[in-house]
């Protein structure tokens, strides 16, 4: 008699793993959206192929090797997801007209519940603040889907060679020659997968609250202070990117389309493990949502913001598409 579990207890033992799934699946895509799909074809591929599970490994392997092929198989007809920052030179003309492009598949943030940020469980590893910051999620989006699957295998799950060989369909050889050429591309970029995070100090956390301050009472000028010197500020579907305080409080006074305080609202959310905020801008007597913010720093001040304007995030995040407008403060 086989003691192998019943397709109801598979689903019971599987669906706690959804979230670390849809982490390593967004890894690999760049979009949670796309990840959402994957993660439900992952699945729906289990589900059909469990009579043939044979325990040689855990169901957690068995599901994360699913998940790689499925990934790998939707590279091979889709592009990579880049931030402006992965097009090309910085924007001069803060003042300029903004470029938008539609047609590119842009990086899209993921919120941190979906991606089981700060979750209590034994595989805490795979949905570390660690491995889906923003910077290294679009450093990913640079290696070829293979280099970037032996990656996260190798370097964020910690499985061993042959693991991974087996679970790209590679010898253990290729795997680490792989796996070498993977590494030092993305040792030219930062962060790298060593570096930790931190959770914010009592300063960043004041200078959060500056930041919001700032924008929700229009003052644009505090903001010099607030950055690195060499600050990026990017803002997908829009194809250029600003460097340095001064280009960005000037695109900022050029673009913005806040006048006076109170047009806009930030609102705290969680994405990429990095302090995030929902923007809103008020059209008459509501606040309509306009884009999604994330925020890097560097010591105690703001290094990056990538501002994304893909109104479907809102929903993603569980956010309203309106607020009730408030007085200005």
């Known amino acids: 008699m086989s003691d192998k579990p019943t397709n109801e207890e598979f689903l019971q033992a599987a669906d706690p793993m959804r979230r670390e799934l849809l982490a390593h699946c967004y890894r690999?895509?760049?979009?949670?959206?796309?990840?959402?799909?994957l993660v439900q074809e992952t699945y729906l591929r289990a589900w059909r192929a469990y009579d043939g599970?044979?325990?040689?490994?855990?169901?957690?392997?068995?599901?994360?090797?699913?998940?790689?092929?499925a990934c790998l198989t939707a590279l091979d007809s889709r592009n990579r997801r880049p931030l402006p920052t992965g097009l090309g030179a910085p924007s001069t003309e803060a003042s300029a007209p903004l470029v938008q492009d539609t047609e590119v598949p842009w990086l899209e943030p993921v919120p941190d519940a979906m991606a089981g940020v700060g979750a209590d469980d034994p595989a805490s590893i795979?949905?570390?603040?660690?491995?889906?910051?923003?910077?290294?999620?679009?450093?990913?989006?640079?290696?070829?889907?293979?280099?970037?699957?032996?990656?996260?295998?190798?370097?964020?799950?910690?499985?061993?060679?042959?693991?991974?060989?087996?679970?790209?369909g590679s010898s253990t050889a290729a795997v680490n020659s792989i796996l070498q050429?993977?590494?030092?591309?993305?040792?030219?970029?930062?962060?790298?997968?060593?570096?930790?995070?931190?959770?914010?100090?009592r300063e960043q956390r004041a200078q959060l609250d500056r930041y919001v301050a700032a924008f929700e009472n229009y003052d644009i000028d505090s903001l010099v202070h607030l950055f690195t010197k060499d600050a990026v500020w990017e803002m997908p579907p829009f194809v250029g990117w600003y460097q340095g305080p001064d280009t960005i409080m000037e695109l900022t006074r050029s673009h913005c389309p806040a006048e006076r305080a109170g047009d806009l609202r930030l609102i705290p959310i969680g994405a990429n493990g990095q302090p995030s905020f929902a923007v809103y801008h008020r059209d008459?007597?509501?606040?309509?949502?306009?884009?999604?913010?994330?925020?890097?720093?560097?010591?105690?001040?703001?290094?990056?913001?990538?501002?994304?304007?893909?109104?479907?995030?809102?929903?993603?995040?569980?956010?309203?598409?309106?607020?009730?407008?408030?007085?200005?403060?």
């Open 53 to 69: 599970f044979e325990g040689r490994s855990s169901l957690r392997t068995w599901l994360y090797r699913i998940a790689t092929t």
């Open 28 to 37: 690999m895509m760049g979009s949670v959206h796309d990840a959402e799909d």
């Open 284 to 329: 008459g007597d509501v606040h309509r949502q306009f884009a999604l913010m994330v925020l890097t720093f560097t010591g105690d001040q703001i290094s990056h913001v990538g501002m994304f304007f893909e109104q479907s995030l809102f929903e993603t995040f569980g956010l309203p598409a309106t607020l009730e407008a408030s007085a200005p403060k």
């Open 126 to 168: 795979v949905t570390s603040r660690e491995s889906i910051r923003l910077a290294l999620i679009a450093a990913l989006q640079h290696l070829p889907p293979r280099q970037r699957a032996v990656l996260i295998l190798r370097d964020v799950l910690k499985w061993r060679a042959a693991e991974v060989a087996e679970a790209v």
């Open 181 to 201: 050429r993977a590494r030092a591309q993305l040792n030219e970029v930062s962060p790298s997968l060593d570096d930790p995070v931190e959770p914010l100090s």
